[in-house]
């Protein structure tokens, strides 16, 4: 992010702020307790249920016991119902200094197109992804708030991987060297589409979310760095666009996000605005069956309790059909070591 | 789609139950001590620096710490966070 974009924030925001980043380690012995008993519980996962919901309920059941258990619950509560609060307040302080700097990012080459009178779909509309009352575009600079405070202070101090080179190294995995035109969908911010722009500098972006504060941010992003992204408030899976507009069609950590036939519409648009010849890469988490029963009930416990409704549906797909189901072939999946995170499909649309 | 994804909002979690309220009373005893000490020093700090003519709110509210004092306001925000944390989950932390 442009350091002009990046907030200096004022010492409660700033404090506050590092208090949650440093979250996860102040749990630390907690958490090193809970462990314990699970080893002590699950000597072997493969034991656990195979039903998500009875294999929760037992677990549940059987730490429920656990003091320190009960703790890293009610402590982990806080935490997700806060962080939302504690990053809009910090802005709110800076709020007077920053706004003109926001407005001035507006302005340039990149552009987005709102549709406030187009309804939003069920499966996003109310819904406090990431338990961030509101969800997407609660507040003005929701999307501002998200990147810089959230994304860059918070997510990316401790994220396995680091999110932004992960996204740098999946930028880099499509076959060709040179894209003429991209789709990026579920752009948000432009984390990723910034990976796009940075590794395809000539390459004409377009990027479609159906949250109006992300693209207003990544509009803002794009505009720091004077890429002319053209962002539009429309769903994935129905973009408008034109047959065969698109030499590479892209999505970030998306499909978790969205319910089971979104995905698959979603796959069948990326195809239709694919240039024959073109090229699909979609990005997202760890696969269920790459897991565990008692990785995949972490996972879904993580998703249960962290505002992501689609996620077990989502993660329990086989995305590589659906891409070849949809009319892409040569159809790759790979999970990245060591976390098999992220999970990345790539495609081609036959010439 | 399945159940209603808004039902997510606000999910039925497993967390303390009334055997757990002393160990809340022990974690929150020891965050107030906590408070109560940086209040003090914060307010002694001011009173210092005043007797010697230098208002220093507005430059505290604009600092950025360097990457070593950044480092050292990890590390205690750490301890703290799991001193409290650790009483909370029946944990004995000596420090
Ligand atoms: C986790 S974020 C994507 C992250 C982003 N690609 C990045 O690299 O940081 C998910 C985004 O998907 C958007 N979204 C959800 N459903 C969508 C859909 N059907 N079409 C387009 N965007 C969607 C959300 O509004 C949100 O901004």
Known sequence: MSEELHARLRQRGRASVDFLANFGFGMSDLRD???????????????LPDDLDQRDARMQQSLGASQAYRATQAVGEWMATHHGLVAKHAFEEVREEMEPILKKFEQGGSTVEANPDKEAPAYWDGVDFHRTAGGWDEHDYQGYIHADIVHTRL????????????????????????????????????????????????????GVDLSLKTIQQAQRLGNANGWSWKL???????????????????SYILLHEIPADTIKALFKEAFRVLKPGGDMIMSDVTRYADLDKLAQWRADAGAKYGGEPHWRASASLDLAQIARDAGFVDVTAKAFDPFKYPY???????? | MSADP??????????????????????????????????????????????????????????????????????????????????????SSDE
């Open chain 2, 6 to 91: 808004k039902s997510y909002n606000k999910p039925q979690r497993n967390m303390l139950l009334e055997t757990d309220v002393n160990g809340l009373a022990q974690a929150v005893v020891t965050l107030t001590q906590e408070v109560w000490v940086l209040n003090d020093r914060q307010m002694v700090t001011e009173a210092v620096l005043a007797k010697h003519g230098i208002d220093i709110a507005e430059e505290i509210d604009t600092f950025t710490p360097d990457e070593t004092l950044q480092s050292k306001l990890d590390e205690r925000s750490r301890a703290i966070m799991q001193r409290v944390f650790n009483s909370l989950g029946g944990i």
């Open chain 1, 155 to 206: 997510v990316a101090k401790t994220f396995p991987g680091g999110i932004f080179a992960q996204r740098r190294m999946v930028a880099a995995l499509p076959p060709k060297d040179h894209y003429d035109k991209i789709i990026d969908m579920g752009c948000s911010t432009g984390h990723f589409t910034r990976a796009l722009q940075e590794t395809y500098p000539d390459a004409e972006i377009y």
């Open chain 1, 232 to 250: 539009f408030q429309r769903p994935g899976e129905d973009t408008g666009f034109e047959d065969e507009t698109f030499d590479l069609a892209t």
């Open chain 1, 33 to 47: 307790s809970v462990e314990e008993e699970i080893q002590r519980i699950v000597p072997d996962p493969d034991a």
């Open chain 1, 344 to 351: 990345v499909v790539q495609g081609h649309k036959p010439e």
